[in-house]
């Protein structure tokens, strides 16, 4: 058998959906300090065109800018800088404005291992067809900001199946079938008598709602090539999402809820956490087995029967926050 060491060639249908994910990507808005216009630029950050603001969506996040430090910008690459185009430099208004993403790590993102993982995505992005697309690579953090985050759920790697992926773990976008594991959440949620709210297994598993109520659906890697599991592992991705576990929890003052389902996320944890400089003990951990149909009913702590939602409601309350409403459809609830 002759093996080859060219690039494999793509197929059509890999090409048209990559032009698609690039007209996706264009027009990118992002506020200026401008209060009364925004600058409409393209995935390069060159601008197109400068117009009067509009009334926002109600899917938008109404944000005050971020402040990145000179000193971390003048270290980035031209990959890290095309990386980090799509992490929003705005911050949910809360009043006071809290510390945001790109503050919070600014350190890890100008350092060599971030440069290198850079290198290798745009690599990966220019030969082949990877998810995310580009715009949705940091949808976690730029959906639920760390001043909001109150409970953390850590997946493994992204969806590797064309329109599925979209940057939170678990969730797929609208028009996809559910995947085996948020099926096996959603029964969970069904099956857990302490929440009220949660009656039927929804349709779809777009799970945008639990973001803008707080919940930090992050992966452990946050790109993976098409068709091909674990594909971006150890590549400096791990190192990048252990430094956004920490930043959660050296920003929180109360403490937050850690769903942590199957060993890798355990093991996640413990990792970034190791030496921190804050106790574990001020968060509630709930771990239980993975929620896939190979390990839902499995080990001492079963995922399915855990009420693992519930039990994060009654710690949530114990902290001072507002619970979560675990539904995926339907206005968000009030303070």
């Not at 239980?288 to 855990?306: E, M, N, R, V, Y």
Request: charge should be positive.
């Amino acid at each position: 058998m002759i093996t080859s060491f060219f690039k494999p060639k793509r197929t059509r249908n890999e090409e048209e959906e990559d032009n698609n994910n690039n007209n996706n990507n264009s027009n990118i808005v992002v506020t200026t300090n401008d209060d009364n216009h925004e600058t409409e630029t393209d995935d390069n950050g060159n601008v197109l065109k400068k117009k009067l603001k509009t009334t926002s969506s109600p899917t938008t996040v109404q944000s005050v800018t971020c402040i990145t430090p000179m000193s971390s910008k003048k270290n980035l690459t031209p990959a890290v800088a095309k990386l980090l185009f799509h992490l929003q430099r705005r911050n949910r208004d809360n009043g006071d404005g809290g510390l945001c993403w790109r503050q919070a790590l600014h350190q890890h993102l100008s350092s060599p291992s971030f440069a290198r993982l850079a290198d290798f995505v745009e690599s990966q992005r220019n030969n082949y067809t990877v998810y995310p697309p580009p715009k949705e690579t940091f949808t976690a953090l730029n959906w639920t900001p760390l001043d909001q985050v109150k409970v953390v759920i850590v997946g493994q790697d992204p969806y590797h199946g064309p329109n599925q992926a979209h940057g939170l773990s678990f969730s797929v976008y609208r028009g996809q079938k559910v995947p085996p594991s948020l099926r096996n959440i959603y029964k969970e949620l069904v099956q857990d008598d302490e929440i009220d709210t949660f009656k039927t297994m929804p349709q779809h598993g777009y799970l945008e709602r639990w973001a803008q109520q707080g919940v930090l659906m992050i992966n452990t890697v946050l790109t993976v090539r098409r068709g091909d599991a674990n594909s971006h592992q150890k590549k400096g991705w791990e190192e990048f999402t252990d430094e956004v576990i920490r930043a959660v929890d050296q920003n929180s003052s109360t403490g937050v809820v850690f769903l942590l389902w199957g060993k890798p996320a355990s093991t996640k944890m413990t990792t970034a956490l190791t030496g921190g400089s804050n106790k574990v003990t001020r968060h509630t951990v709930i771990s239980t087995s993975h929620p896939s149909p190979l390990g839902a009913t499995k080990t001492d702590s079963p995922f399915l029967g855990s009420k693992c939602f519930s039990r994060a409601n009654k710690a949530l309350r114990k902290m001072g926050h507002n619970e979560i409403d675990w539904r995926v459809d339907g206005p968000l609830p009030t303070a």
